[in-house]
C-alpha cells in the first residue's frame, strides 16, 4: 500500500472509530504490517495509507538490542485512547514513513497506560506501556490524533526543516516505497 507523504490532508485528520465488523479490516491489517515491513518501518497508522481511521500497527522488535521490552512486541491496536502519561519526557531520535529522509530528536513520556482494542476485539483497559514501545505508540498515536512528529519541534527547527517538508509534499524524494505525494506535479 502506498504511502502517503507529509502535507497530505489525511494526515491532518482525526482519525474515526470503527467497530469489528469494518470492512476487510483483517486484510487491511495483513496489508499494513505488509506495507510497514516493505518500508522498513517499526509503526503505520490508517491515515499513513490514505484511512482516517484509529487503526495502527507495530513491530518494535528491531529496536530489541536497545530495550529488551521491543523483544517480540508486534502489537494491533484499535480505537486507542491515550489515559495518561508519566515520567520525565526523554529525547530520542525518530523518523516516518511519511516524513522520509527526515530524522529528528522528539521528547516523549517514559510510560503511557492506553486503553485499546486489538485484532480480536479483546479490550484492554489502561495498559502500561514504557520505555522504546511506549514511544513508538505515541509516534502512531499522534498519527490517528492528526499530528506527524514534525509538528512536535521546536519552531526554530521546524523553519529550519520547510525546504525539505516541501520537497517532500511536493514529490521531490524517492524513499524505495511507494508514496501518494499531496503536490507532485505529473511528469510532462
Known sequence: MPIVAYGHPTLKKKGEDIDKNFPGLAELIDDMFDSMYHSN???LAAPQINKSIRLFVI???????????????????INARIVRQEGEPWEFEEGCLSVPGINEYVKREP??????YDSEWNYHKEERFEGMPARIIQHEYDHIEGIVFVERLPQLRKMLLKRKLNDITNGKVD?????IFPRKRPKK
Request: proline share 9%.
Open 41 to 43: 518501518g517499526v509503526g
Open 111 to 116: 510510560v503511557i497506560y492506553m486503553s485499546s
Open 59 to 77: 513491530d518494535a522488535s528491531p529496536y530489541e538490542e536497545h530495550d529488551p521490552l521491543c523483544k517480540d512486541f508486534k502489537r494491533v491496536f
Open 175 to 179: 524513499p524505495g516505497y511507494k508514496m
